[in-house]
């Protein structure tokens, strides 16, 4: 009888032991992240932070059920030792041991940027601060030093040549000095073998072309016309003929709201006033893009020296070889301008 008592209660002992490690396995593979009505749900787990901290953000942020349990995984899997910052995309259901491998091994998804109509390095770091780790004042602050990128052959004035318009990928725990990096990478990377030829062709370094391009941008509506803009700016430098371009006279005076240069405004006196000032102006006076940089290093080939918006508000431009017909053209569109009353 105690004999067979003992069976029972040995086979009762196995039985509960073996539902308790079915239990466990169970519960175990039901620890998963649920982000409820969303698909996934993105978690920042900033620079430098204690393992306490990083918890501390995916308690906050992360439905966690069973945080003893995410802990003692957590611990076991050495994420104490390899808390890595970064931008982290959680999708439905992923197992807490998935969650956590992603925040160890640092896989993190990056963040697309996207600039363009930027025409100083204070709106480059309003359209990039905060997309990135790096905030606007801290990118401010790096490119307002030359210090950090003179050795690379940039000055406080061409140093927003090497930012052109695209779209780009960056791990968000990007620092300012890791952009600027970045950004002159892709710099280099544009000014290939091909480009630097062309450059060559026309006389002017890439800095220089992007200093035009820059100014070619704002005096083109029209994509079509930039090449035969461009090839006017390179006539007049090959002339010696100040550019007289208005763009750069906006620049100047921080009004890019003008809509039409007077006279008086010609009187400015800055090195980006390329009416008063021979050559190119000290710097870009914007981003230049792509499609206008381009438009340089591949500029018609002509002999106007003149060009003036056509008065029908196309966006179009005539373009003359003497200045008695440029004059012409001048005053029918200065006249238009009158009749519709725009006088600033």
Not at 49 to 75: E, G, R, T
Not at 135 to 159: K, Q, V
Not at 323 to 343: D, M
Request: hydrophobic fraction near 40%; charge should be positive.
């Amino acid at each position: 009888m105690k004999h067979k008592t003992a069976k029972t209660l040995l086979f009762l002992a196995g039985f509960l032991i073996l539902a308790g490690i079915v239990l466990l396995i169970n519960i175990f593979f039901s620890l998963h992240i649920s982000p409820g009505d969303d698909d996934e749900i993105v978690l920042y787990i900033p620079d430098r932070a204690s393992y306490p901290q990083a918890m501390d953000s995916i308690k906050a942020h992360l439905p966690v059920k069973h945080p003893a349990a995410f802990d003692w995984i957590a611990k076991r899997k050495n994420y104490p030792a390899n808390v890595k910052p970064g931008r982290y995309v959680i999708s439905h259901r992923m197992s807490y041991i998935e969650v956590i491998n992603m925040f160890r091994s640092g896989d993190q998804v990056p963040v697309n940027i996207t600039f363009n109509n930027v025409r100083t390095i204070y709106d480059l770091a309003g359209r990039v601060g905060g997309r990135i780790s790096a905030d606007s004042a801290s990118i401010t602050g790096f490119l307002e030093n030359p210090d950090n990128y003179s050795a690379d052959g940039f000055n406080r004035e061409t140093i927003i040549s090497v930012f052109i318009p695209n779209t780009y990928k960056f791990f968000w725990n990007t620092g300012p000095a890791d952009f600027y990096s970045r950004m002159l990478r892709e710099y280099r990377r544009f000014w290939n073998e091909d480009r630097l030829n062309k450059a060559g062709e026309t006389g002017l370094d890439p800095v220089e072309v992007s200093i035009l391009a820059s100014i070619v941008d704002d005096e083109a509506a029209r994509s079509d016309e930039k090449p035969r803009i461009a090839g006017v700016y390179l006539n007049r430098l090959k002339r010696g003929i100040p550019l007289q371009a208005d763009p750069t006279i906006k620049f100047a005076l921080a009004d890019f709201s003008m809509t039409r240069v007077l006279r008086r405004h010609l009187n400015v006196d800055s090195p980006y006033n390329t009416y008063k000032y021979r050559g190119l102006p000290p710097g870009p006076i914007g981003c230049p893009t792509i499609e206008s940089i381009d438009a340089v290093l591949n500029a018609e080939k002509h002999d106007f020296i003149y060009f003036v918006a056509q008065a029908d508000f196309s966006g179009y431009h005539h373009f003359s070889r003497t200045l008695a017909e440029h004059n012409r053209y001048a005053a029918i569109y200065q006249r238009e301008l009158n009749k519709r009353k725009i006088f600033k």
